[in-house]
């Protein structure tokens, strides 16, 4: 193949392909007994495929921007709310603890404050925070477990 074509997605209703070789211009598809194909075409036809392609494509990209407005269906729908829904209530409610919770995280002492957000938010375990701190992991579990209940009688 000569030509430096693009790689253009293709509607599953167009499996063909078009390319040139040695300055000739060919289709490639599979014939109905599932055989691939190679004929060879004239330069007029291969210029109308490769206009095809990018009308066919400018319509895809149309319907997958605005389909949707086109094809209101309740599992359409369905699909498109689901991973990014969250009830009003639900929202509010999340907005309003983690606001709490973060108060009352600033209201511990500094070392409590520290090891609260070493060990859950970034992740660190008591060894390493015990490391961290140059102390033993059972004083960092303790002071976490404090931490915690303070934390819970705060927030009721």
């Known amino acids: 193949m000569d030509e430096k074509?693009?790689?253009?997605?293709?509607?599953?209703?167009?499996?063909?392909?078009?390319?040139?070789?040695?300055?000739?211009?060919?289709?490639?598809?599979?014939?109905?007994?599932?055989?691939?194909?190679?004929?060879?075409?004239?330069?007029?036809?291969y210029s109308l495929f490769d206009r095809f392609e990018l009308e066919d494509l400018a319509h895809m990209n149309e319907m997958e921007r605005h389909g949707t407005l086109f094809e209101l269906s309740e599992q359409t729908i369905f699909h498109n709310v689901e991973s990014d829904f969250i009830p009003v209530d639900v929202a509010v409610s999340e907005h309003i603890e983690y606001h709490a919770l973060r108060k009352a995280i600033a209201e511990l002492p500094e070392v409590q404050r520290r090891r609260i957000i070493m060990y859950f938010f970034d992740g660190l375990s008591y060894e390493e925070i015990a490391a961290l701190e140059g102390c033993r992991y059972q004083a960092i579990q303790k002071s976490i477990r404090q931490s915690v209940r303070k934390l819970r009688r705060v927030l009721k």
Do not use: H, L, Q
Not at 16 to 30: A, D, L
């Open 5 to 45: 074509r693009p790689m253009r997605r293709k509607d599953k209703d167009n499996p063909y392909s078009i390319f040139t070789n040695e300055g000739k211009y060919f289709v490639m598809f599979k014939d109905s007994t599932g055989n691939m194909v190679t004929t060879e075409i004239s330069e007029e036809v």
